[in-house]
């Protein structure tokens, strides 16, 4: 087993593998950018290790300084999270190259499913549905337009080195696909430091459903049921859950049997998600292949009982699988929300500023999955995703009611979040039925405001504003946190109109 493993990532997942590595007796070091000095997954690791500038490029997507502090913290393996290299084959041989164990797959499998067009070209060899799309990258806006006539509009631009949802453009017309393809690659650069893109056929209104894989190094291979995944804004997800409404006995069995037959396809090994559309007609084709650790893992690990990035880390060592599909049955109903620095009232606009105060909740079945604190700055150079909140309940029923009341008591103070938003989906009288799809949040959600908010989170809002400024006033030189940062939502505006006393009011 490895003695220390180095996390090449931030945020909510480096906390969630720094905690496995502990729980299996495994030193960790932290990388962080100049903006993540102060950052959880830093206080949390063994060692921390600067790797540059805030801007991505400059740190969590450099490679070479990735790979020397490796090598100076003296690490045996790195694991990449999602996003940034997770799933750049590049890096993976880099490491393989280095003597540094990548916790993932092959690089070769890697390349194939990493590369989300060349993994459409596999699985429509192997005989795997797939939907209409471009089977080469095209060198020229004409290649595009001219492949966007033969798909047939409406088409999708997709990044072809990454996923969640980041490059995905809708396009209806001609006119909108330069546009479409000039944004979709620039926002490609970004997130994985590959600018490709290539279009599929749109499917209107499809459900999102993935199954997840697991695979040795010895060949072995099971799934570990599906996740629903149909909740989702700007094509990413944003509230997850297993076992799916929309699966009966016979369709799961089946689209379980082509998700191994995809991965076996692909020589696959660790951890990995194919992902499908479900049309109305029950008709399923293959999406593509995430090669890594999903964000909505934990919904799989509560009805499963099986920790993933342990797995991860137990199959990139060498270990073999110690369970055979037989072994493995869903039990209850698991939900996750995703909680990001958001201002879902000012279409989702990113949210930056000192979370003032921080009331994560607890009881039975609820699990949060969070790499901040009180007082931590967030910064706005990365993904806005701040914490997941996930439940598990013996019914879906019970599920929903559990993550409606955990919403409730979930409490981020100096800074605009997602958290009521999220409760009023998981209320929705169609998301309760289970009636979901991919344009859920457009059919239902447009121009949606608060409609309420509690008089205790005021009172702690004017608790943690008050505090805030008494100790930004004990710092000399320093005024009120409300003077030093107004560009930063303060948490009386986070909580809407109010008023202290008077005929009608509980008073503070």
Request: glycine share 8%; proline share 3%; hydrophobic share 40%.
């Given at each position: 087993m490895f003695k220390k493993v180095l996390i090449a990532n931030r945020g909510e997942i480096a906390v969630r593998v720094i905690r496995a590595c502990r729980e299996m007796g495994i030193a960790t070091v932290a990388v962080h950018s100049e903006a993540d000095r102060q950052s959880l997954h830093v206080q949390l690791a063994d060692e921390a290790v600067p790797i540059g500038p805030a801007p991505a490029a400059e740190s969590y997507l450099n490679m070479g300084r990735i790979i020397r502090a490796t090598h100076d913290t003296g690490s045996e393996a790195i694991h990449p999270g999602y996003g940034f290299l997770a799933e750049n084959a590049d890096f993976a041989r880099l490491c393989e190259?280095?003597?540094?164990?990548?916790?993932?797959p092959n690089s070769g499998a890697l390349a194939l499913v990493g590369d989300k067009v060349r993994a459409r070209q596999t699985m429509e060899k192997a005989g795997i549905p797939i939907i209409p799309g471009m089977k080469a990258i095209p060198k020229s806006v004409t290649e595009f337009e001219a492949a966007a006539r033969s798909i047939g509009y409406p088409v999708i631009v997709k990044a072809s080195a990454g996923g969640g949802g980041k490059g995905m453009r809708i396009v209806r017309g001609e006119k909108d696909l330069r546009p479409a393809l000039e944004a979709g690659m620039r926002e490609a650069k970004s997130a994985f430091g590959d600018e490709s893109v290539y279009?599929?056929?749109?499917?209107?209104?499809?459900?999102?459903?993935?199954?997840?894989?697991?695979?040795?190094?010895?060949?072995?291979?099971?799934?570990?049921f599906e996740r629903e995944c149909s909740i989702q804004r700007r094509h990413q997800k944003i509230v997850e859950e297993t076992p799916s409404p929309a699966l009966d006995p016979d369709l799961r069995a089946r689209m379980a049997e082509t998700a191994i037959k995809a991965m076996k396809a692909a020589?696959?090994?660790?951890?990995?998600?194919?992902?499908?559309?479900?049309?109305?007609?029950?008709n399923f084709y293959f999406l593509e292949v995430n090669a890594r650790l999903q964000v909505e893992h934990p919904v799989t690990e509560l009805v499963t009982g099986v920790d993933l990035v342990r797995r991860q880390i137990l199959i990139a060592a060498g270990e073999k699988l110690t369970f055979r599909q037989e072994d493995l049955c869903q039990r209850g109903h698991a939900l996750e929300c995703r909680i990001y620095?958001?201002?879902?009232?000012?279409?989702?606009?990113p949210s930056p500023g000192k979370i003032l105060f921080l009331k994560e909740p607890q009881g039975p079945g609820v699990r949060s999955d969070g790499g901040i604190y009180s007082g931590w700055e967030v910064p706005i150079y990365y993904d806005p995703i701040l914490a997941k909140l996930i439940v598990w309940?013996?019914?879906?029923?019970?599920?929903?009611?559990?993550?409606?009341?955990?919403?409730?008591?979930?409490?981020?103070?100096?800074?605009?979040?997602?958290?009521?938003?999220?409760?009023?989906?998981?209320?929705?009288?169609?998301?309760?039925s289970g009636r979901t799809n991919t344009a859920f949040i457009k059919n239902y959600f447009e121009g949606w405001k608060e409609s309420g908010k509690s008089e205790d989170k005021l009172r702690l809002a004017l608790a943690a504003a008050a505090f805030d400024d008494l100790a930004a006033e004990a710092r000399p030189g320093v005024g009120s946190a409300r003077e030093a940062k107004q560009d930063v939502a303060a948490p009386w505006k986070t909580l809407g109109r109010w008023r202290i006393g008077g005929a009608g009011s509980h008073g503070i």
């Open positions: 190259k280095e003597g540094i164990v990548f916790i993932g279009l599929e056929k749109y499917i209107e209104e499809p459900r999102h459903v993935e199954f997840q894989v697991l695979a040795d190094n010895a060949g072995a291979m099971v799934h570990l020589g696959y090994n660790n951890a990995g998600t194919v992902e499908f559309l479900l049309d109305k007609d029950r620095a958001e201002d879902p009232e000012n279409n989702f606009l309940a013996e019914d879906r029923e019970t599920a929903c009611r559990r993550m409606a009341a955990a919403l409730d008591d979930f409490v981020i103070l100096g800074i605009h979040t997602t958290i009521g938003f999220l409760k009023d989906i998981i209320n929705h009288p169609e998301f309760r």
